[in-house]
């Protein structure tokens, strides 16, 4: 199984970046899929989440309005939007599966997850 997560970088405040991550060696539509982040000096926490067929999504309530979650199952393939960034959003950013019995249900917890990527980068500038 690996997921690869991918399109950190650097940018300014308020801009946007789109992390995707890629998932193989598992049956993607069967997976509910999250993004978490670990900031330096912090510990790893939620950011979004979204149930296997999309139906349902979950964010922090820091990220909430400027982030947005999406899937592409064909493409094995979940996203990442954010805008409006701040500096505090200045992480290292971890997609992660777990495989769900419901086609509706999410996960908000790291300890719910199986398989995590590496992380991608990203850096808000001020």
């Known amino acids: 199984v690996q997921l690869q997560a991918s399109g950190g970088g650097l940018v300014q405040v308020g801009g946007s970046l789109r992390l995707s991550c890629g998932a193989s060696g598992i049956t993607f539509s069967s997976y509910a899929m999250g993004w978490f982040r670990q900031g330096p000096g912090k510990e790893r926490e939620f950011v979004a989440a979204i149930s296997r067929s999309s139906t349902g999504t979950s964010y922090a309530d820091s990220v909430k309005g400027r982030f947005t979650i999406s899937r592409d199952n064909a493409k094995n393939t979940v996203y990442l939007q954010m805008n409006s960034l701040k500096p505090e959003d200045t992480a290292d950013y971890y997609c992660?599966?777990?495989?769900?019995?419901?086609?509706?249900?999410?996960?908000?917890?790291?300890?719910?997850?199986?398989?995590w990527g590496q992380g991608t980068q990203v850096t808000v500038s001020s």
């Open positions: 992660a599966a777990v495989y769900s019995n419901s086609a509706s249900s999410y996960y908000y917890t790291w300890g719910h997850y199986t398989y």
